[in-house]
């Protein structure tokens, strides 16, 4: 019971974290030196500019610097509205060219999610599929799959079922109790062969997911 309660609170400051976090943007890669720094504002419209981007003073919060002292320590920059975010992701290639790369500030639990995604990524890459993340979703055909359906595909694939057919039946609503279906199913189909690392972390939800499916069930009840 106590556990639950200690589950409960930390699904409940992770979703003020990711909304505290909603409006942020992560810039890797970008300059970090004295005079950068001294006028950290005024650098960082200038590289806005520069990559095309169309954002005023006024629509940045704050910008500072993440982690310790190092060569080219990430920039945190916090802006009045998610439409700026959107405004920066939009030019991301001219950020690329460039060497700078954006992401999304992510929570601990987030980041650990994004890990999860990657590794999906990478697998449907290695079986010859072209895939991407864009929104922390995996992109396979222009189609848009969370966490649990990009492992539902990876499983599905694995045991030999049609790519088209597959990728068309994994393109679906993924709540958490759907979450636990997808499990029920994976651990079922999947030859324990085959079944790689992130897809073995997928069917050992936390005791968090665990906390949240069980209170979203008995408020239904």
């Known amino acids: 019971m106590l556990q639950d309660e200690v589950d409960t609170l930390k ?26 720094n001294n006028q950290i504002k005024e650098k960082t419209l200038e590289l806005l500019t520069t990559c095309e981007v169309n954002i005023k003073d006024s629509d940045i919060v704050n910008i500072s610097r993440l ?15 998610s439409k700026f975010k959107k405004e920066l ?11 700078i790369y954006l992401s999304n500030d992510l929570t601990i639990m987030q980041q650990k999610d994004r890990k999860k995604l990657v590794e999906a990524k990478k697998e449907l890459q290695s079986l010859n599929i072209s895939a991407k993340i864009r929104n ?8 848009e799959y969370s966490l649990a359906q990009s492992l539902s595909l990876l499983a599905s694939l694995k045991n030999g079922e049609s790519t088209s057919s597959t990728i068309r039946n994994s393109h679906e609503s993924s709540s958490p109790e759907e979450n636990a279906r997808t499990r029920k199913r994976v651990r079922k189909e999947a030859n324990p062969g085959s079944v790689s690392a992130p897809i073995r972390a997928f069917l050992q939800p936390s005791k968090l997911n665990k906390s949240a499916l069980a209170q979203k069930t008995a408020k239904t009840k």
């Open 11 to 36: 699904n409940e400051l992770n979703n003020i974290q990711a909304k505290e976090k909603k409006n942020n943007i992560i810039v890797f890669n970008a300059e970090d030196t004295k005079q950068f």
């Open 67 to 81: 982690g310790k002292s190092q060569n080219k320590r990430p920039l945190r920059i916090e802006l009045t509205d």
């Open 89 to 99: 992701f939009s030019k991301s290639d001219n950020f690329r060219k460039r060497g």
């Open 136 to 143: 922390e979703r995996v992109i396979v055909d222009e189609k």
